[in-house]
């Protein structure tokens, strides 16, 4: 046990401020030299460009900083629901958590998660009500949410004894209590005092045989696979040996072992009980298994994890545009890529279909999503299915997840809200004004009705709406949801869209494609103002003639086409239809491409 050493998390909501209170962290114990270029960046640890583009954390993050000859070791953690499984796998490495709230949202329902993780761990919490300059920031009413939220879930007394700190995460300023003005003097002292003071020291036996639980993966081009955990009792030695607790017949000894500082890592000739570590030269290891001295198997406890929601089939692009813009296209380089997905991303799920496809299980809407896109960048071409809810078997019935949706919005969208809940069977439990002037709701909707509506409110309320959800428990399979969506308009020939058909379709409804684009029979390239399909042939132009009028010879105006993201496109998706993902284009097509094969399976 070490008396210079802390471990914690950062837990929070999305965008409550994590990942830039870390910032101010790395910043102000001066890990960096002032000339160093990291000094001018913001959001460090997100160094995935999809992180970056969205402003979310995606990845756990490992990263340390040294004060007053104390090491602190910082797991910087996802907000999001559905990259809590980086959660789950990340909190045991952890002795406290500092819990991050909006000082004018106050806790969501996402804090309420990682909360009733970090309290299941026994860990011990610092609360720091960040954002405090908000203009409708309102600390006392988020100090009593936050007790309120304490009574709920705390296992023991002793877990509603927690400080509270006051942040203004942005400027790097945390307080012990609220300041009076907004320019007052302030830097992270005090987190990083009550960090020292408050969180405790692991509790670990360092003369006991070692044991560490391998909580993350990483690969280096020079070191190969590397596995990263806290070590739990004992002491590692470079070259020593050891095993695997689920396969001790095949020993190994360690390469290389690295302890985090700042962004980098440093090489060591030996850590003990409590330091977190990254270590190289092992065989073929999982996240969730125990390395361990030989002569105590015993493993760990394993990593728990809640199950998926959600699943969608891929499968290799079959468009007769397929193999034109990915480097990898066949289903056994995506099986290779996927597998490769399942060591690190452990709330993911994989099973092989037949016809080289695959179906993968996720967390939700954006976790696939974000699955996918990372493919498409990685230069890989595919199709995919509409994603469909996972049902279970509970007491001999059909059961579906239901989630609780928290909904933020401007008062003038309540009837938009009212309405589209309304159609999908949701079911209020509270609607209350806010000292902004906006309208929160929260409702309880299965995640089967709850598919697309997230891309749908963000355009009925111009993207001011802030949306979360959460899995809270399984009810019995409801009565299916009608049609919501109208239907689409289909190319009916394989060429290039001209000005002269394009315009004949937006006679007919709204287009998604530019003039002088490719497209083939059966893509979709458009949404009908009824609620058929409709072939169009958008390759047809205007017929040329010696005849002059002023009526037939004016110039074709077209509307701007409707550009979907590839969240919006999955959500778009009806059960006899695909996504085609390439690196440069994302077409939306029908499952049977031709009128006839289409006629055809609806009679079958």
């Known amino acids: 046990m070490s008396k210079n050493l802390r471990n914690i998390a950062i837990i929070a909501h999305v965008d409550h401020g994590k990942t830039t209170l870390v910032d101010a962290l ?21 160094s995935n460009d999809l992180e970056r583009e969205r402003g979310i954390t995606i990845l756990a993050k490992n990263t340390s900083v040294d004060y007053q000859g104390v090491k602190i070791n910082i797991i910087d953690t996802p907000g999001h629901a559905d990259f809590s499984g980086e959660v789950e796998r990340t909190l045991n490495m952890a002795d406290g958590a500092i819990l991050i709230v909006d000082a004018q949202e106050g806790p969501m329902p996402q804090t309420r998660f990682v909360l009733k993780k970090a309290l299941e761990q026994k860990l011990k ?27 709920d879930l705390a296992t023991d007394e002793s877990q509603l004894e927690f400080p509270i700190l006051y ?26 005092d009550y960090i020292i003071k408050y969180i405790p020291s692991p509790q670990a036996d360092i003369n006991l045989p070692f044991k560490m639980l391998i909580s993350a993966l990483d690969y280096n081009p020079h070191l190969g696979k590397i596995c990263i955990g806290k070590i739990s009792q004992g002491q590692i030695k470079l070259k020593q040996k050891f095993v695997l607790s689920n396969r001790p017949h095949h020993s190994f000894s360690v390469d290389s072992i690295m302890l985090f500082h700042g962004l980098s890592r440093q090489s060591v000739e030996e850590a003990s009980a409590g330091d977190i570590v990254a270590l190289s030269g092992l065989p073929e290891v999982n996240i969730g298994e125990t390395v361990t001295d030989p002569v105590d198997l015993n493993p760990l406890p394993s990593i728990k994890l809640s199950d998926p929601t959600l699943h969608l089939t891929i499968g290799p692009n079959t468009s007769p545009f397929s193999g034109q813009d990915g480097q990898f296209s066949t289903a056994k380089q995506l099986e290779s890529r996927l597998e490769k997905e399942l060591e690190t991303n452990l709330s993911l799920k994989l099973k092989k279909l037949e016809n080289g496809r695959f179906q993968i299980s996720g967390r939700g809407e954006l976790h696939l999503a974000i699955l996918l896109e990372s493919l498409r960048r990685e230069g890989y071409e595919f199709e995919v299915a509409k994603p469909q809810v996972i049902t279970k078997l509970i007491d001999n019935l059909k059961q579906e997840p239901v989630e609780e949706i928290n909904l933020i919005v401007p008062q003038i969208y309540l009837g ?20 902004s002037g906006d309208i929160e709701f929260i409702y309880h909707l299965s995640t089967r009705n709850l598919l697309g509506l997230r891309s749908l409110l963000l355009t009925a309320t111009k993207g001011t ?61 458009g949404q009908n103002s009824r609620d058929e399909d409709l072939q169009i042939n958008v390759t047809k132009g205007k017929k040329l003639t010696n005849m002059r009028s002023k009526a037939s010879d004016g110039i074709i105006k077209l509307e701007p086409p409707i550009k979907f993201s590839l969240e919006q496109a999955l959500d778009f998706l009806e059960d006899d239809e695909l996504l085609e993902i390439t690196p440069l284009n994302l077409r939306l097509r029908k499952k049977y491409l031709t009128d006839i094969e289409r006629r055809r399976q609806r009679r079958s």
């Open 125 to 151: 919490i610092i609360v720091v009500i960040n954002k405090i300059d908000k203009q409708f920031a309102n600390i006392p009413q988020t100090i009593e949410r936050i007790n309120d939220l304490f009574l």
């Open 465 to 525: 709406i802030i949306m979360n959800s959460q899995v809270i428990e399984y009810q019995p399979f409801a009565n299916p949801l009608p049609k919501l969506r109208r239907g689409v308009l289909i190319a009916a020939e394989t060429g290039q869209a001209l000005a002269y058909g394009l315009q004949n379709a937006q006679g007919r409804g709204q287009t998604f494609i530019d003039a002088g684009i490719p497209v083939y029979e059966g893509m979709i390239i």
């Open 26 to 46: 790395l910043k102000q114990t001066h890990t960096f030299r002032d000339n160093q270029e990291e000094m001018g960046k913001t959001c460090l640890l997100d």
């Open 416 to 435: 938009t809200i009212n309405k589209e809940l309304g159609q999908r069977q949701a079911h209020l439990l509270q609607m209350s004004p806010l000292s």
């Open 167 to 192: 942040a203004v995460g942005r400027d790097g300023k945390v307080y012990q209590t609220p300041p009076t003005t907004d320019q007052s003097e302030g830097d992270v002292t005090p987190l990083l």
